[in-house]
């Protein structure tokens, strides 16, 4: 399901008018696979984001903006210059790298102290899911201390990007979350 299916289907009616969402995690991922997943363009031909790869969706009244940075260490510290009016964040993670999950996990912590990101929801997804040897999202649980996260709401749905399974679940959580109060 894409977004703008998803919008369409009026499941969401006190969604925010211009709702801004975050994709982040390390290269590698799956980011821009699953951005360009939810956009319905071709997936499977990514080549590494090297800055910004923002897209706008506009339906039904509503304007979706979602941007996905590059994950690459020397590009991180750009991330900060996208913090501001941020409505959810997605984590994305490449549950199949094990060898990068300490990685992946100081990265994290450090988005969740982030003064401008304080409080929003968080969604992490388990990403490559297809993949017989990755990490299971209690594993992932674990690895990440999701358990310990405190003052937001914050849920993990694994999913395969490239393959579209699963991904839906996670943006209906988000969606629920950046509802109009
Ligand atoms: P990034 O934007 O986070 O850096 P990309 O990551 O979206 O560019 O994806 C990096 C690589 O992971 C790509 O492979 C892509 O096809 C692959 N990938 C993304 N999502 C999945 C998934 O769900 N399952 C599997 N098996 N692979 C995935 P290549 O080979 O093009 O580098
Ligand atoms: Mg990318």
Redesign the pocket.
Known sequence: MTLVELLKSKAFPKLKQEPNILIL??????????LNRLTNEKV??????QGVNGKSIQCCGIKLNMY?L??QKAIREYWEYYYDNVDALIY?I?A?DEGRIEECNDSFQKLLIEEKLKNIPVLVYA?????QTCLDPQQITEKLKLDDIKGRDWSIYS?????GTNVKDGIKWIFERIAEK
């Open positions: 995690g390390l290269d590698n991922a799956g980011k821009t696979t699953l499977g031909k990514e080549t590494p984001t996905d590059g994950g994305v490449d199949n990403n490559k899911a297809d993949l999913c395969s990007a490239l393959k």
